[in-house]
């Protein structure tokens, strides 16, 4: 089997165009969550010079008590709120990056096995084991991503299962 010029620089066209698709998204997920931060310092600057003010403008000292404590639990909230965005936001860039994994894993099998079919067609008698011992191998490790590969959906569903219980339960508990 032979590489052509012309097959060479389309893998790497591939692969250059690949490189900066992924790191576009990766800019965009920061692009959010440097938004987000910025968005929940500002909001909680105003909002702690509005508790401020409130506090230092009571009459007596349990209303300053009752102000001091009452944004306590508006600021769980915020807190568990921006906790959950920012988990959104780097579960859709996990998620992103793992089609492109598989992506690529489809591909460089499909490469791999049409490799193996030339080389089976032109290898000489008597390597028909060696070829099915190839085979089988990489039938084998294409299996273990496989399981791999659920197992880890499976974690990642738990563990968004298990954030959206304790968002819950906080938020219950705040209240």
Request: zero cysteines.
């Amino acid at each position: 089997m032979t590489i052509k010029p012309e097959d060479f620089a389309a893998a790497q066209k591939a692969s250059v165009e690949t490189f900066f698709a992924l790191t576009n998204k990766a800019f965009e997920s920061i692009v959010q969550l440097t938004n987000l931060n910025i968005a929940t310092a500002k909001e909680a600057l105003e909002q702690a010079a509005d508790t401020s003010d409130k506090a230092l403008s009571a009459k007596d000292p349990q209303a300053f008590m009752a102000t001091a404590s009452g944004a306590a639990q508006p600021a769980a909230e915020k807190a568990l709120t921006y906790s959950k965005k920012v988990y959104e936001i780097t579960s859709t860039a996990q998620a992103e990056l793992n089609k492109f994994v598989e992506a690529q894993v489809a591909h460089n099998n499909k490469q791999v096995a049409e490799w193996i079919d030339v080389a089976s067609k032109n290898a000489p008698q008597g390597s028909e084991a060696i070829v099915s011992i190839i085979k089988s191998s990489i039938a084998s490790a294409n299996s273990a991503y496989d399981t791999l590969n659920k197992a880890a959906k499976q974690a990642v569903e738990l563990a968004e299962s298990n954030v959206d219980k304790a968002v819950k339960a906080t938020k219950t508990a705040a209240k």
